[in-house]
Structures are given as structure tokens and as C-alpha cells.
């Protein structure tokens, strides 16, 4: 099939000339453009009705009143829940129906996100939509090198490709563990990367209270302490320990951000029949009752403080026990924890590209989109682990990280919805072309050509013999090319030489106080 | 992580008995059981209004009232339109608003096309939902052999993998063309391969008005003539010539297929900026006009015959002019079809596992999955193509067949839906367990363990250490190895030896009475 408009007309300044610019920005001018989130134009994917959402939440109520939840060697989180009307017994905390609902009328419904550039700051909240890198992984992996450790080269390596992705809004926090850097001081270099070699809004350390405490100062470094007391400026990412626990760890680096009025991102891991009860609809319970302690928390620390509504479900496979994901189960869950938050009025963050394959083949793919789709349509704002997940979240994948974010860009147009204005009904252009004759050369397909579909930057649509001419390359390949030029195209954005050495001297400082820890 | 409850258990009778059990189930034994189409219990996800969908509407009243849609070389269906009421000019015929709904009222919502194992007969309508595989490419691509012609041998493989994946509930039509046979007999061993080598619905030829007659007289062998004359046992697919013609071959076959009481799947293919206008809304009113013609054409053959409202929407890569599949564009198209279709009151086809790429790697699979999840969430009942589509259609995957099935078995457990009763809520196990405690051993977990969550055929969930030891095979490799094994452990199911022979006659009758025609 020979369809292409710029065979149609008859000069190479015409048609051929604007699409190969188009081509050209396609490649590399539209990376590092400027995307600051993006707007959720189509509607949710509501799955149940009121009935089954106040079922699920007078469940969670139960599990709040007659289970509780225990907050472990915090005395200041008890003190808080006491004062705050809570029953505390031991370290167990039980709640009434309402309150923590209550407590929680104090967070904002959105909030801003500032990032160092202006230009870059992002809403999380409403029909906004935010997607960030994966966070975690201990490994990292490429087509030519295989699975091994990751190193703070490599850490650096993702920031510089999130920057350069305009597909992803956000740098994201530990997109790997750089593990040649000692644990107690890793967070020093990851907050210096994403102060440096980006401009996009990013996330700290929750390793410890004085990590949290580090990386919010280093943010101070760069916005001043004034602009940081009054607006968001980093993120923490708080994990309960499911089920039904938070472990001193957490709640100290979830009240350090809450008391500097950063964002604290509360998110339960359930793996159904391990550290929750292996039905959905029970663990959505158990995470709308984990997650609803955790913000509310917050909010005593400092009333008014943003947080996210924070979910992470997987399931489980019947044959070797392993956590299994981009399975039906979760997907219908991310649909629930969706509605759930909404009525909690809280901003959201569910899913992303998971994965448990171990590499980035057609499993990967299939499971991540499936992940990645529901978050989408249930309407989640902050959608971190968007690109690069691998292998349950051990690894991060550099070839991964390409397919996901094209995937991300994919879902800028469907989050854009359908315009049925007059320009795209085309009657004129039916009236001008009649049955059975082409749309090729008529002005309606002129006129709207450019724009008229989404364009993969990493996607083969050519005829089977280009693509063999081209050497049989396989989305891997071609995205392991993509992320290597991408890498040699990348430009820091400019950063104040006196902040920047500021950056240098608290490094420096805060590395020379303490002998080095490695686990 | 070790999260395996048949390790938590003391005995191996016990739950690692069962788990094996599982296993082997859910490897072979699972194969060719009997699974007769799956109902969807999720609601529909609903891109428009109804403002919209008026809108919509009335463009293709517009494009059928001003434009109006040619009927090439057919006289009888002149005639046809000219007593009902259309105003027919040469070929070209313009209906008045309403006049094809009117029409259109006497075909069934919901229809039961029988199986000649009647447990396998599936209704296609209402909340139904059917997969069948890919329909139409004239190559074959495995992992070993590469892309090639296909062969009669491939399309009785690809009947048997069909006949053995019971997450396909039909046999679908020309798999893949077996260009080893003359053009005009090729139909002859489709059909008798359907009838012979599965039990599985299948569908007839529909490339000339004879081969459709064929198809319906082979299938009158095995279920009788008055069977078929009061029962559908065959679809018949017809495309519109797009935009705006359907050419003497399609009516022809779509009146056998009509008179025959049997049913048409009427389809235009629009790729957007071709056969159509390159905006989506103008694409849907385009496809809501030819399609209402179409359909509405079987009832003037025969009121009541059954009849399916089908789409095919695609893109077109603004750098080659290629179509692609699973971009945004077409995955809003099908949400606002099935919409437009459930208005009609008629069963809808759409869409499928599509993709540009030529092999089942991570493009293709992203492709797939986005295509395919918008088939499910926008309601439609006949899932064509959902199964080893490569290349745009123009290869059918041995492996990519694999990996679709296992994504139509998720499906399945998708569209379930969540359930909220008491046992899934599982307040019981958290009373039990109780904080920071596993629910490995919990009696809910050993209660709900083994059907808890769907289990991939495919994925690999285990440990690197383990995927690394057995040799580090991807998705591709695995399916590759499930299809060989397949088609090993295939058995056909009975048939009656007067039937048999009665096929075998009518084919060599009819293989005699013309020379062979090769293109």
C-alpha cells in the first residue's frame, strides 16, 4: 500500500518538506520538550455502583475499628492518634467509623508540584495526570549488558533519559538503587542528580528520618526556605507495612515531610495471600483502611500538608507462589481504588508498567499496558513506575524504560479524547470526494494530516520487506538505539553556579560526617 | 520472596497435591475444554454522551441522505432498495433519515450460532462476548521457519490450535489463505477443515457468490437442511468497498449468506486519510452509514436473517503513510462503535489483537493489548482477529497466536468482574490474623487459594535465578513450545462417518467441475 500524502503533491518544499520536519522533531527536537503533565479529557472507568463502594468502605470501617492498625516504636505518631481521639492501646491503634474520614478534610483535593523550572511544575489532583519512572529497582539491565547492579552511572543515566522523555512529567525518586554509593549516603548523590541534571519536579529519601530530612534541605538549597515552608517541592513515597503496620521508619520520614509541608505519598504493598487476604475486593478494603491511616497522619502533623491516596495491588501466580502483574485482578482493582479516592477527594497513585517478566518481551508489554491502561482509567493522577519496570520491580530496564514511555505518549492522545467538531465530522470532505474515490489529495486530509494521528517514535509500521531490508531489528533493538541517542543528545538545564555549588557543600559536608554504611 | 503455600503445608497430599494438580491442568488437560463464549459482567466503558452520539448519528444520515453509498454491479440489490424505499439513481443509492433504522428492526439483537457439538454453539449479542482467531493473511510466520506463504497445513494447524485454546471460542474462517490451493477451491478445504477437524463455530467463504453457496451447502451436510434453514451454523464476512460502495462480490455472498437464513458480519475498512477521512468522528460516521446499509441490505433479503454491525478502524503513520493498530485514534473509535451499535440493538464485531509489527515482541503485544481491551470495554460480542494477527494482517504468528490466547484467558477473568460477598471480603481473615502477621496459612487462604487469581499459561513468573537456569526464554520461545505441544497432543474430535464421507464427496464433486484458478 503506497499511502503517503507526501508522494501526492508535486514539490518537495510542499508536503515531503513538512513531514520530514515533522520527522525530524519526532526524533529528537520534540525530547526534553515541554509536557507538564497532562489533562484527562475522557471519562473514567467506573466499575461498581454506590452500593458496592459504601460495602467496601464500611469494611474497611471494620477492619479500622475491630483490627486497627499498629504504629511501631513511633511515640510521637501515638501521641498524635491519642490527641487525636483515636483508641490507642500498646502500639495497636484502633479508629472509629468517620474519624480519620474527619482528620482527612484537612488535605488538599490537588496541589502543585513546583519544579526547579517554573515551566515544569505539575498539578496532582483533579483530571490531571502526572507519569514519573520507576522507583526501586536494585538492578538495572540492557540489551548488551545484561542484568547487573546498578550504579549511581546508571542512576544518572535515567534522570538524564526521564529529562529527555517529554512523554514522562516527572524525574521520579530512586529510578535505581545506585549500590556502588554506600546505603546512608546515596540519597546525597540521587537528590544532587535530580537538582542537576534535570529540571523536572522529582522525589526524596524515606530511608530514615534525617535522609528525608537531607534531601528536603538540599530542595531548600535550590527553592529557599521560605518558597519550600509555603508550596510542595519534593515527594516521599511512605509504604505501610502490610498488613496493617508502619514501622517507625516510615512514619518518621512521613512526619518529617508532612511537618516541612511536603508531599508524603501513602501506599500500601499488598500481595494478595501474603501480606493481605487473597481475594480483591478484601485487600481493597485493607488498603482503603492503611492508606486512609497513613494520610490522615499527615494531617495531624500539619493540618492542610498535600498527600496522595497512594495503592499498589498485585496478585499472585497458583504454580510457584511468585507476585504476578498486569493480571485482571489488579487491573479491575486499580478500577475500585479509582472511585474510592475520589470520594475521599484525595489525589491519587495507583499501578504503572508492571511486569514480571525479565526482559522487555511481548509478557512485559502485554502486562505493563494492561497495568498502565487501568491507572489511566481509574482515573490515578501520579502514576509512578510508568516506565522501565522489569522483573516485579527488581530491575530497571533501559530498553523497558523506551517502550513504556512511548506508551505514555500513546495515552496523551487517548487522554485527549474524541472532538466531534465540524472540522472533524468532514461532511465537506465526503461532499468533495463521493463514494469509492481516495481521501488522499482532498483539502480536508491536507489540512488535517499533520495532526491528525499519534505517531510512535519507536513503533516498525513499515512493509515487512523495509523492516527486513532494515535488518529484522526488534522493538528492543530499536528502542536500545533510541535510549543510546537520547543519552548523547542530552544537555543539563542551566542551574545557578552558587546553587550548585551550595548542592556541592552540603554533599560534601554531610558525606564527611558519618563513617560509610553498606546495608 | 517465598510465598508458595504448598511450602506452608506439612503434607504433600495436601496443598502441593493439589497445586500440582493445578499445574497440569492448566498445561495440557485444559486444552479443548469447553469454554462456549463468556459472559461480560464489567459495565461498558462509554467515551460519549448521548449530545455525541446524536451528533454521530446525524453525520451519517447526512453522509447517507447527500452522498449516499454505491451499489456496483448488482442489479438485485437495486431492485431491493428501490421497493423499499431508497432513492436509487444508476448505482447509487440515498436513503431518507430513519428509513434504515426502520429496516434494520427486524434483526435479531442476539442470535445462537450453532456448534456441531451443540455445548459449543455460542450466542453472539447482548452481553456475550466471542473470540475467534485471525481471519485473512496470506502468510505464516514461527519462530524457526520465519515468514512464508501459508500452506493448507498451516490452516488445519491453526484449526487444531484454535480447536485445542479454549479461551477461543470459535473457529473463525480463512486463518490464513492456504495459497497452495487453487483460488477457487481453497474454500472447499477451509470449510471441511472446520467441519472436520473442530467443533467450534466457524465461518464460510464469501470471495465469490458460489463459494458462499458452498460453504452454506457443506455446513447443511453436517447439520441438515431444515436445521439451517430456522438456525445460524456459519458467518459469512463482508467488507464494504469504503468509502461509500459495496461491490457485486460482497453482495452477492451477503445475500447467500441472507436467503441462506444465516449470518453476515458487515464490515467497512476505513484507514483514516484513505478510504476515508483521516479524523476519527468523520471515520465513525462514515462507518455507521456503510455498516447500517449493509446490515439493513440482509433484512430486505430475508427479515429476521441474522446479521452483525462490524467495525474496522485503523491509523496511519504520519512518516510512511503505513496503517497502524493499538494507537489511540482507533482504541476511542471502538468505545464510541460500541456505543453506536448498542443504540442499533444489533450484535457488534470489533476490532481485535491488532498490530503493525511483523513479530510478537513488545511493540506488537502493546499494540495487541490496547486493541484488543477496547473490543472488550466497548461492548462488542464478536471478537474477530483475536488471536495471531502480525504484520497488519498480512501474517498469521504461531507464537503471536499463543500470546493472544493467553491474553483472551485474562480476559475472561476480567470481565468477571469483582465480587463483594462475604467470603471476598474476608473480614474473617483479618480478625484472624490480625496485624504485621502472613496470611499464608490463614484458613480464608487455604479456603480461596486455588481460585483466587488467573493463572498465565505463558508468563513467566519465577525468580531470575530460576528464568536464567532453565535458559532464559522469552515470551516468544514459550509460546513456541506451548503450539508444538498443542498440536501433539491434539485429538479431533468425533464426527460421523456418513457426514465425513458426504463432505469428501461433495468436495471432489465440486474440485472436478472447474479447472483451477490460481489468482
Given amino acids: 500500500m503506497t499511502a503517503d500524502p507526501a508522494s501526492e503533491t508535486a514539490t518537495g518544499r510542499g508536503r ?14 520534540r525530547a526534553a520538550a515541554l509536557i507538564a503533565g497532562v489533562e484527562r479529557r475522557i471519562p473514567t472507568y467506573d466499575l461498581l455502583s454506590e452500593e458496592g463502594l459504601v460495602a467496601l468502605e464500611t469494611a474497611a470501617d471494620v477492619i479500622l475499628q475491630e ?31 468517620g474519624l480519620l474520614r474527619q482528620i482527612l478534610k484537612t488535605a488538599p483535593k490537588s496541589f502543585v508540584q513546583h519544579a526547579r523550572n517554573p515551566a515544569r511544575s505539575v498539578t496532582i489532583g483533579g483530571n490531571q495526570v502526572i507519569f514519573a519512572p520507576a522507583y526501586g529497582p536494585p538492578f538495572v539491565r540492557d540489551l ?21 522523555i517529554p512523554w514522562l512529567h516527572h524525574s521520579g525518586g530512586t529510578i535505581c538503587e545506585p549500590v556502588d554509593i554506600p546505603v546512608n549516603k546515596r540519597h546525597l548523590d540521587m537528590v544532587s542528580s535530580h537538582l542537576r541534571l534535570t529540571d523536572k519536579p522529582f522525589m526524596g529519601s524515606v530511608t530514615a528520618e534525617n535522609r528525608a530530612e537531607d534531601s528536603i534541605e538540599m530542595a531548600r538549597i535550590v527553592f529557599g526556605h521560605e518558597f519550600v515552608d509555603r508550596n510542595c517541592v519534593i515527594l516521599g513515597n511512605i509504604n505501610a507495612n502490610s498488613p496493617l503496620v508502619f514501622d517507625a521508619t516510615m512514619t518518621n520520614a512521613l512526619r518529617a515531610y508532612a511537618r516541612a509541608n511536603q508531599a508524603a505519598v501513602v501506599v500500601p504493598f499488598i500481595l494478595g495471600g501474603a501480606m493481605g487476604p487473597v481475594t480483591t475486593a478484601g485487600a481493597i478494603a485493607q488498603s482503603l483502611a492503611e492508606t486512609m491511616a497513613g494520610c490522615a497522619l499527615t494531617q495531624l502533623v500539619r493540618p492542610g500538608a498535600p498527600v496522595i491516596f497512594g495503592n499498589f495491588l498485585s496478585s499472585m501466580a497458583l504454580r510457584s507462589g511468585s507476585p504476578t502483574f498486569g493480571t485482571p485482578e489488579p487491573a479491575l482493582g486499580s478500577l475500585v481504588i479509582g472511585q474510592l ?33 487501568s491507572a489511566v482509567q481509574c482515573g490515578a493522577n501520579f502514576i509512578l513506575h510508568a516506565a522501565g519496570w522489569l522483573e516485579g520491580g527488581l530491575t530497571m530496564g533501559y530498553e523497558k524504560m523506551i517502550l513504556d514511555a512511548d506508551y505514555c505518549a500513546s495515552l496523551h492522545t487517548y487522554m485527549a479524547g474524541m472532538s466531534l467538531d465540524e472540522n472533524q465530522m468532514a461532511l465537506g470532505a465526503f461532499r468533495e470526494v463521493g463514494p469509492g474515490k481516495h481521501f488522499f489529495g482532498c483539502a480536508h486530509t491536507l489540512a488535517n494530516y499533520e495532526t491528525a494521528f499519534w505517531d510512535s517514535d519507536t513503533a516498525d509500521n513499515n512493509s515487512f520487506e523495509q523492516w527486513r531490508d532494515e535488518g529484522e ?44 554504611m553498606w546495608h
Same sequence: chains 1, 2.
Avoid: H
Fill in 16 to 29: 515531503g518538506g513538512r513531514t520530514a520536519r515533522q520527522r525530524q522533531r519526532s526524533q529528537s527536537q
Fill in 67 to 97: 483490627v486497627g492498625i499498629e504504629f511501631r516504636e513511633d511515640p510521637e505518631a501515638l501521641r498524635l492518634w491519642r490527641a487525636a481521639g483515636a483508641d490507642v492501646k500498646g502500639e495497636l491503634v484502633r479508629f472509629e467509623p
Fill in 473 to 516: 531489528r526488534d522493538a528492543n533493538q530499536r528502542a536500545n538505539a533510541r535510549w543510546r541517542r537520547l543519552l548523547q543528545e542530552y544537555q543539563p538545564p542551566p542551574l545557578d553556579p552558587a546553587i550548585d555549588e551550595a548542592l556541592t557543600e552540603f554533599v560534601t559536608k554531610r558525606k564527611n560526617e558519618k563513617p560509610d
Fill in 144 to 164: 548488551e549488558g545484561g542484568r547487573r547492579y546498578g550504579t549511581l552511572k546508571d542512576f544518572e543515566n535515567f534522570v538524564k533519559l526521564a529529562y529527555m
Fill in 341 to 373: 479516592a475520589r470520594r475521599l477527594e484525595l489525589p491519587l497513585r495507583c499501578s504503572g508498567a508492571f511486569t514480571s517478566s525479565k526482559i522487555a518481551d511481548g509478557q512485559a508489554m502485554t502486562e505493563s499496558t494492561v497495568s498502565m491502561l
